[in-house]
């Protein structure tokens, strides 16, 4: 295995050993699309770019693989003297490794980590070279500098002998950090699978060492469930700066997949006109949740809420609950409708606004699924998302005056057959949604809540402030990094 700048500035030699050249660069085919695993992971070498010595100058030329007999640290030997003249041009497709790689940014994907390549390795495969990993350590960047063998020397006397090896990563643990004109080609790589497999807080951490745009460039490998996941563990100014530095259209679709409240939390942080411009692409759903929450002062109950409940009648039955749950889990499950809320501390229980004729009407919860595409806007729930044994039917997402509350435990151990209103517990906290967000904070941890109603003046339920979103208000920012996102 040979590093690049071992290779780099060698006489390129005729068969008769003549210097006919030296070598400037290499050329690399980027990988097929499809290819995730395996040798074909790692891009091969086509050609040479070489530095051409002529009459009237010099120009850099293009010479194609076939034409080389043996590269090695010492120079390049060809096997035709027949050389094109023409000045190199880079073809789609192909990658130059010096000039398109040398101190660009990547992310290190086992890592977890941005670093910047300071030297790249290439081994032999099958009579030709590929690229098979970056070298990030400092004794790369100065075998760039001062050469390979001064730069080792030096590395000997003024480092420790472990300090001075390769930091190598290998090339198929990489993904582009940057979307520029150097990087386009390694798009091509594929490196969304390797990302989707990464924790949304570890790729946060990525995020916060790379520039809004860079940043946004890496979200825009993730679908949307993943990269939303990412955005809500990101602090809301650089939510915001991803936001705007994003194509209006995906951004939008990002913040569908986010939670209303991390998602209004998110707009606070762009200009009024670029909050209604991603508001007015969203589906009118999701943006009647977060416009009503974009409402609500900052640092109000109704500011940190989230409309992201659960509430049924107070007549229905608990196994009519239950067998509803699982029916929209199920279908959630199989994309054909939204999932459960994913902190679900409590079932609420309430007194429906519409009289006993009509069905309530379906209020929808603003998330999607998080582990996969989903497809256009919310479906409305079908035959098995109602109970029709009940007295009428009813959804999880009913809308009225808020009368108890059942803990997920207390509804698996009851009878199947009582009703909610014989087996819930008055509520015996509340907050307005105008109250200060700090004494909400403060009472759901005096009182050891693990989630805190909102209702309106008429006791109509609007949201809930769960424990994490008091968690946000109580700890400093640095605290609430050092914990898990479940827990903040």
């Known amino acids: ?28 085919r980027t990988p097929d699309e499809n290819a995730v695993e395996g040798p074909d992971v790692y891009p091969v070498v086509v050609g040479l770019v070489a530095k051409f010595k002529a009459v009237r100058g010099s120009r850099r030329i293009f010479i194609p693989w076939n034409r080389v007999a043996e590269m090695t640290t010492a120079g390049v030997r060809l096997n035709s003297p027949a050389l094109n003249l023409r000045q190199f041009e880079q073809r789609p497709g192909e990658l130059v490794l010096r000039s398109g790689l040398f101190d660009r940014q990547v992310v290190d994907v086992e890592g977890r980590r941005v670093v910047r390549i300071n030297d790249l390795d290439l081994a032999p495969s099958e009579g030709q070279y590929r690229l098979v990993a970056v070298d990030v350590g400092p004794n790369a960047m100065l075998r760039r500098l001062v050469g390979p063998r001064l730069g080792d020397r030096v590395n000997q006397l003024v480092r420790h002998e472990s300090s001075s090896r390769p930091q190598l990563i290998d090339w198929a643990q990489v993904a582009p950090a940057a979307d520029n004109a150097y990087i386009d080609a390694l798009q091509l790589r594929v490196p969304r699978e390797r990302l989707a497999l990464m924790q949304p807080a570890h790729l946060a951490h990525i995020v916060e060492q790379l520039t ?11 679908d949307d469930a993943h990269a939303a996941d990412a955005l809500e563990e990101l602090d809301d100014e650089q939510r915001g700066r991803l936001l705007r530095e994003m194509d209006p259209e995906r951004a939008a679709d990002v913040l569908e997949e986010m939670e209303p409240d991390e998602a209004a939390d998110a707009l606070q942080n762009v ?10 692409r969203m589906e009118r759903e999701e943006a009647e949740d977060v416009a009503t929450l974009l409402g609500y002062p900052e640092d ?12 049924v009648p107070d007549w229905a039955t608990v196994g009519a609950v239950i067998e509803l749950m699982r029916a929209q889990a199920k279908a959630a499950a199989t994309g054909a409708d939204d999932p459960l809320p994913e902190a679900l501390p409590e079932v609420y229980v309430v007194i429906e606004d519409t ?37 009428r039917p009813f959804t999880l997402w009913m809308e009225g005056r808020l009368v108890g509350v059942v803990s997920l435990r ?22 307005r949604p105008l109250d200060e967000e700090r004494d ?49």
């Open 1 to 28: 295995m040979a590093s690049l700048t071992e290779l780099l500035d060698k006489p390129i030699q005729a068969p008769t050993g003549e210097e006919v050249a030296l070598l400037q660069d290499l050329v690399v």
């Open 212 to 222: 809004p745009k860079a940043g946004a460039a890496l979200l825009t490998e993730l």
């Open 271 to 280: 200009t009024s006109e670029e909050a209604a411009d991603l508001l007015g």
């Open 300 to 311: 109000s109950a109704g500011g940190i809420m989230t409309t992201e409940y659960v509430a």
């Open 355 to 391: 009289p006993p004729a009509r069905v309530a009407p379906v209020r929808r919860p603003a998330m999607r699924a998080r582990t996969g595409a989903r497809n256009g806007a919310r479906s409305r729930p079908n035959a098995s998302q109602t109970v029709a044994a009940e007295p």
């Open 410 to 431: 207390d509804l698996l151990l009851a009878d199947p057959q009582a009703q909610m209103m014989n087996v819930m517990r008055p509520v015996e906290c509340i907050a």
């Open 440 to 488: 909400v904070a403060r009472l759901i941890a005096d009182e050891d809540l693990v989630a805190l109603p909102v209702v309106d003046d008429e006791g109509k339920m609007l949201g809930i402030v769960t424990v994490d979103d008091a968690i946000d208000v109580i700890l400093p920012t640095a605290w609430k990094k050092r914990i898990p996102r479940a827990f903040h």
